[in-house]
């Protein structure tokens, strides 16, 4: 799977939209760009996923370039709860792809600010 | 629905010691995946079961680590004996077996190796 590179830490007023950044400038044309995010003391947390077009749902947005070198996870109304680190991992698609196993960066802190 | 159940969710033994951990998957999910996750970084890969059958177990310490998932429900994770280093998160993981399901994961299991 392809690398991903997050910024370590990042903050956001409560109430704002919160943009986190990830560039994946080697990612393959059959990989995903998928986020999950871990709020302390918890496992981790499915958010969004995509190929190419963007993506909405009830959490959130997913804007990927044209190019798919990069992409940015918007929480369009940060809450307080919305706290924690936030992943960004690219993976096969294809035949059991989807259920292989997902590799961790570091990911990015986000601290909603009150 | 209930989630992903573990136990114990937290665990302190002595070095030498042997440990065990417990995993209850979400009913219906075929796949079952192991994860440890060190203080500061992302969840790594143990390993990945499909029903019965240990699919990926590549990243699995095998002199000191076992893991078993009879009947393809249940599983363990066993350590023996514990060492100072293997002071972590232990994270189980559970999701359909086709398709690109997002990972279900449990609250996990901090152990203390002292």
């Known amino acids: 799977d392809a690398k991903t590179t997050q910024p370590t830490s990042m903050d956001c007023a409560e109430g704002r939209a919160a943009n986190l950044p990830c560039n994946h400038s080697?990612?393959?044309?059959?990989?995903?760009v998928y986020w999950y995010r871990q709020i302390h003391s918890q496992g981790p947390q499915y958010i969004i996923h995509?190929?190419?077009n963007n993506e909405t749902n009830e959490m959130a947005s997913l804007i990927i370039t044209e190019d798919r070198k990069s992409s940015t996870l918007i929480l369009p109304h940060a809450t307080l709860r919305d706290t924690a680190v936030y992943y960004c991992?690219?993976?096969?698609?294809?035949?059991?792809?989807?259920?292989?196993?997902?590799?961790f960066g570091k990911g990015t802190h986000l601290i909603i600010q009150p | 629905e209930a989630g992903v159940v573990q136990s114990p969710r937290y665990k302190i033994i002595e070095k030498k010691q042997p440990v065990a951990f417990w995993c209850n998957p979400i009913?219906?999910?075929?796949?079952l995946y192991w994860y440890r996750q060190n203080l500061g970084q992302g969840p790594e890969l143990l390993i990945r079961?499909?029903?019965?059958?240990?699919?990926?177990d590549s990243q699995l310490p095998k002199d000191r680590f076992s893991a078993e998932r009879l009947k393809g429900v249940d599983s363990t994770l066993k350590i023996q004996p514990a060492e100072l280093g293997d002071s972590a998160v232990y994270l189980c993981?559970?999701?359909?077996?086709?398709?690109?399901?997002?990972?279900?994961f449990g609250p996990g299991t901090r152990l203390t190796v002292t």
């Open positions: 993981a559970s999701s359909m077996a086709t398709g690109w399901y997002e990972q279900y």
């Open positions: 080697t990612i393959s044309g059959n990989e995903y």
């Open positions: 995509g190929l190419k």
């Open positions: 991992i690219v993976r096969v698609a294809g035949s059991g792809g989807g259920a292989d196993g997902l590799t």
């Open positions: 009913s219906g999910h075929n796949t």
């Open positions: 079961y499909e029903n019965e059958e240990a699919v990926d």
